[in-house]
């Protein structure tokens, strides 16, 4: 894969890829999304059976998962849909909703 | 080595096009541009191409089809006329913004309604800012050969922008005359391989095509796409001479006939020129100084040679083959009226709307505008607008 380069804001159009082409992959990883979330998911690792529903689910793929374990929410791209509090099986939930500013 | 053929302006395109050999065509048939794809389709299935032939559901799906193919680094074509250019507006645009080199002729007809399947120039003229290239053909030879060199204009890897190859519904499309061709070898050498800047089937370098481009910047990115159109002028004459020496047969931006001292002349484009060329040979043996401004490339508009050739004449029509509906002439007639605004001396002019629907321009209509303009010049004075042929 070809190195990833990040366009930065104000470049001219002699600077820029025809045609808003990304030539790079993974490229999203760089733009932060949480700033958008109003509701944010607190996982309970004691409560979760790691049944990984929330990581199928989760359309930001914002579940972090390592040995098949949840051990965490990427908090940088999660925008608080709350699919995964949701989808966690009702004798689990392992996942509740909180009010963005109730934590802050 | 040239071949001469007796062919129709139809049957010169998907001559062209089965010696192109593209990798795929998405086509709809409609009238009158059916016979190019259905022809060359006769080449896919006797295997004399390696194209695959998409047969799609509608003209947006052709476009969408092509498009996919040419994002994907094939050498993409299609063809339509008329309301089947209409029917894929939407991403007749998203082809010249994603900056993919399609090429595609049009066969010129009226945009209906009243419903009507003649030759007009409403379906392109409608086209005009899409962001394409615009080539128009006088004849059949002349679609064989701009059909050809769009496909360089087009692919160059400075300017990356598709091209429309126009030329007259029936009255070219259905015409038959004799043309030169060139054999396939020195057509596919001449085109060369299509290698395009970027490939969405390029698995090893994954990039994203057509994302969301908001406030920050799609200003740049049409910037880019009217600095493109701009430079392309450069390479469709660099084109037009590589094409004139392999095959002694010139093009350029515009074509003057017997402008060199002509007070009077006519610009027109498409098959009309070449009636106007013989009514001026008959104006010029009576000693009336009558001359032609044929446009070939009318996107990117050939501003700055339009503005010299008319420079010394005194009364000019601009023939438009289209009505805009504006109550100020056709495109072509507004477009030139811009060019000479710059100029000091500039010569009287007048606009002819003529042929819409297929209504035919005989060479009595094209001489009573060039005795419109002798009027003219003797102080006489005539209505801006003028519908050349219709009934009073």
Known sequence: ?104 | MKIRHSLTGNEAMAEAMRQINPDVVAAYPITPQTEIVQLFSNSVADGKVNTEFVTVESEHSAMSATIGASAAGARAMTATSANGLAYMWEVVYIAASMRLPIVMPVVNRALSGPINIHCDHSDTMGARDSGWIQIYSENSQEAYDNLIQAMRVAEHSEIQLPVMVCMDGFIISHGMEVIEMEDDDTVRKFIGEHKANYSLLDVKNPITMGPLDLQDFYFEHKKQQAEAMKNSAAVIRDVAKEWEKLTGRSYDMIEEYRMEDAEIAIVAIGSATGTAKVVIDGLREKGVKAGLVKIRVFRPFPKEEIAKALANTKAVAIMDRAESFADFGGPLFRDIRASLYDHDVRPKMVSYVYGLGGRDVMPEDIASVYADLERLVKGEQLPMLNHLGVRE
């Open chain 1, 1 to 104: 894969m070809s190195e990833k380069k990040v366009i930065p804001a104000g470049a001219t159009w002699k600077e820029i890829p025809v045609a808003g082409i990304i030539p790079t992959a993974g490229t999203a990883q760089e733009f932060k999304t949480g700033d958008w979330r109003t509701r944010k998911p607190i996982h309970d690792e004691k409560k979760c059976i790691n049944c990984l529903r929330c990581w199928i689910y989760c359309p930001d793929a914002s579940i972090m998962v390592k040995d098949g374990k949840v051990i965490g929410i990427d908090y940088d791209h999660c925008k608080g849909c709350g699919i995964c509090a949701n989808v966690c099986p009702d004798k689990v939930k392992a996942l509740t909703m909180i009010a963005q500013s109730e934590e802050e």
